[in-house]
């Protein structure tokens, strides 16, 4: 061997060897399970996260029900969970009375220049007869006047955002709105609406065939409607053509969900859940809602199917159908399963930015398994250095109604969910429904979707092959009524006494169900929104509070007192009632209020926190949350 060659191959095996050292940095010391290193291997060198992205994305497209794209990527994604020896098929959850499948569009502005023109149609809305080429005319604000005006319309391109109430198009209700129809009459070619970027595209509503839209409903950048409308109010010929391929297909059209799972082998009746939804607004192409959550999903799953795991309990991966169009696909699991629901250890969904996860909040029943879970993320990744477990001590009400994502489905019935923590820069609000959400968006995110798809297989092993199934202890609230009492100190969740003191419970609820609601609000959906001002402050003693005129004056004046022997003030955290002056939460025994004031509740959460609180600390707010069907029923 000459001089040179053994020079080289002396570099490769350094190389070598500095590669497989790096490499094995990235193994937590602590994993000595041989599946769990092969999870971490093949999630690490052979991570297939952008790839479903890809299919998803560029090879189906927008993937709104009924369309010929959703149908495709649903019957691919089970082809692709059986290559990799996973259980999957499709379940019904419904149908489409119409079919809708979207081709590509053009528009431009020809006269008095030439210029492109920026915009889209929502779904199951009309395309054009091919090219078409008109003037623009605009619609007013009056329904007589348009009725007027009505001739003008012909072969005309109407922009109708300032027709006011008059200027809805293609509904998402049933029936034809009153402008749809003048146009219709009138022979327009189609309607403009002013639109902002980036441009949020949703959909119509078609009940039949014999109902087709047919005319175009244009959503054009808002800067470009403003031109167009200038040079026609100045009295510029303005002309413009648009070709819009938008078509129908006979119905019915089902859809369904996807469902995999690779079965459990001591407890199979347990399950763990990996979920996000497959449909998306057709504008884009769903990459980032909510392919960015079903692709971790799916990769998380052959993770766990290449490194042959075979899980105490059963893990499954759902991806929803319908999502966009009403929480469909979930809600038609849950009611088609009701025997799982008791038995599913949690629901992982994830329907959000693009991220990598970093850590993740538990209810404290869940904090011991946990430590052991998520062991494997530490040291993982030093890009997303895994930040630990948070736990949350607050139990919260079921959902009452379906919103948001697929979730709240499963919050309806009790079945404890996750939301991670995730590092991510994107602005979830530029995709959002927009024809943004397009492959490009999330390829910035490689890395920390690839990093959240190991998260995920990790965890669902580590619930997988737990013992016994998780705890339910302490996520959600027991039918009751409670107050949510927020101070500058913490948080504190009471339950309320209204069967032994209704009179004085009701009296409660009245000072805060009048102005602010009722129940715990959720947060703003793009931020937590400003902080409330106080609404009282706790007095010398640190027992009694003292609350805002506003409120005060809602307090009953001689309100009745009850005997209540089962609730004592003996103890700090009593919440009670005083005649005309409002309620009291007291901060340490007061044996001298018994027989006084009628006590209504105790902390229940949030002990720690009442002997913390000192004259002069604020009271934020107070939240009245009902849950079952006897407190919501409760008059006050």
């Known amino acids: 061997m000459n001089s040179k060659r053994r020079l080289s191959v002396t570099a490769a095996v350094v190389v070598l060897l500095t590669a497989l050292s790096l490499h094995a940095q990235n193994f937590p010391a602590t994993t000595d399970d041989p599946a769990l290193r092969n999870i971490i291997e093949i999630g690490q060198t052979d991570n297939k996260t952008m790839t479903w992205l890809d299919y998803f994305t560029n090879r189906f497209g927008g993937r709104y029900i009924g369309s010929d794209a959703y149908t495709n990527a649903a019957n691919w994604a089970v082809y692709q969970f059986h290559s990799w020896g996973v259980q999957a098929e ?20 020809t006269a008095p220049e030439e210029k492109s023109l920026y915009f889209g149609t929502p779904s199951y809305t009309a395309g054009t007869k091919g090219v078409q080429r008109g003037g623009v005319a605009i619609a007013p604000g009056d329904s007589l006047k348009i009725l007027d005006m009505k001739d003008s319309f012909r072969d005309k391109w109407v922009l109708i955002s300032d027709a006011g109430d008059f200027a809805a198009r293609s509904g998402r209700g049933p029936g034809k709105p009153f402008l749809e129809t003048v146009l219709e009459e009138a022979g327009a070619l189609g309607s403009i609406m002013s639109a902002r970027v980036p441009l949020q595209i949703l959909n119509a509503n078609v009940d039949s065939w014999d109902t087709l839209p047919i005319l175009p409903d244009i959503r054009l950048d808002e800067s470009q409607y403003k031109e167009i409308k200038d040079l026609v109010e100045k009295g510029e010929a ?5 070709e819009i391929r938008n078509w129908f297909k006979m119905g019915p059209v089902k859809y369904h969900n996807v469902v995999a799972w690779i079965p459990g082998t001591e407890h199979p009746d347990e399950y763990l859940i990996m979920s996000g939804h497959l449909d998306a607004f057709d504008g884009g192409t769903g990459a980032v809602d909510c392919g960015s959550g079903i692709t971790p999903a799916m990769e998380a799953m052959r993770l766990l199917a290449k490194s042959g795991v075979k899980p105490k309990r059963t893990i499954m991966a759902i991806l929803f159908a319908g999502e966009e169009a009403g929480i469909l696909g979930a809600s038609a699991w849950v009611k088609q399963n009701p025997s799982k629901l008791e038995k599913i250890a949690v629901l992982m969904n994830r329907d959000y930015t693009p991220g990598a996860i970093t850590g993740i909040t538990v209810p ?15 040291g993982l990744n030093e890009e ?13 009400p079921p959902s009452t109604r379906l919103g948001g994502t697929d979730a709240s489905a499963f919050q309806m019935v009790s079945v404890p969910t996750i939301r991670f923590r995730e590092e991510s820069g994107y602005s979830y609000r530029r995709a959002w429904h927009t024809l943004y959400d397009t492959y490009n968006e999330v390829v910035p995110y490689s890395r920390h979707q ?12 580590g619930i997988g092959n737990l013992d016994h199934l998780l705890s339910r202890e302490g996520i959600y609230l027991d039918d009751g009524l409670y107050a949510d009492i927020n101070t500058d100190k913490g948080r504190m969740i009471v339950e309320l006494d209204y069967r032994n003191a209704p009179l004085t419970a009701a009296s409660f609820t009245r000072l805060f169900e009048s102005e602010r609601g009722g129940r715990r609000g959720m947060r703003g959906f793009f931020g937590r929104g400003s902080r409330p001002p106080a609404i009282g402050v706790f007095g010398r003693d640190g ?7 506003s409120i005060l004056e809602r307090a009953d004046k001689k309100l009745r007192k009850e005997a209540n022997p089962d609730l004592k003030h003996d103890d700090a955290g009593v919440l009670g009632m005083m005649d005309g002056r409002g309620f009291y939460l007291t901060t340490k025994k007061m044996k001298e209020y018994d027989g006084r004031f009628t006590p209504i509740g105790q902390v229940m959460v949030g002990r ?25 029923a409760f008059n006050n």
């Open 384 to 396: 997303f250095p895994f930040e630990g477990i948070t736990v949350n001590p607050y139990p919260g």
């Open 608 to 632: 720690d926190i009442v002997k913390t609180i000192a004259a002069g600390d604020s009271l934020r707010g107070v939240s009245i949350i009902r849950v079952g069907e006897k407190a919501a």
């Open 90 to 109: 499709l379940q019904e959850v419904g149908e489409m009375p119409v079919g809708f499948n979207r081709g590509p569009w053009f528009g431009k502005m």
């Open 450 to 461: 690839e990093h959240t798809a190991l998260c995920l297989a990790i965890i669902a092993y």
């Open 364 to 378: 404290a029943s869940w904090e011991e398994d946990f430590q052991k879970i998520v062991k494997p993320l530490e």
């Open 543 to 549: 027992t009694a509070t003292l609350i805002s005129e």
């Open 238 to 242: 303005v002309e413009l053509e648009f």
